[in-house]
């Protein structure tokens, strides 16, 4: 019965130390799904981006076949050896 105390207060330190732990480990988890939020709206930017980018592109080949129409076959001769 007289170590009935240091058993105790060895227990209570032990789940102290364990409370802890847990603390430090559920902050870290909490930081790690907020930087998985930001990455994922990030990603969510970039294929955004990536679209506007994609349509964009779209309907410049669309202004240069209709510019091809209007020149007709062959297109216009280019002065001095330049294509521009």
Known sequence: MKYTNVILTLIALL????????????????????????VAD??????????RLEDS??????QVA???EKLGPGGRKAQNGSIW
């Open 42 to 51: 990030s990603n969510l930017a970039v294929a955004g981006s990536s679209q």
């Open 66 to 68: 209709e510019t091809g």
């Open 15 to 38: 789940l102290a130390f364990i409370i802890l732990r847990l603390e430090k480990t559920v902050k870290a988890v909490d930081k790690l799904s907020d930087e998985n939020a930001r």
């Open 57 to 62: 592109i779209l309907e410049l080949r669309k």
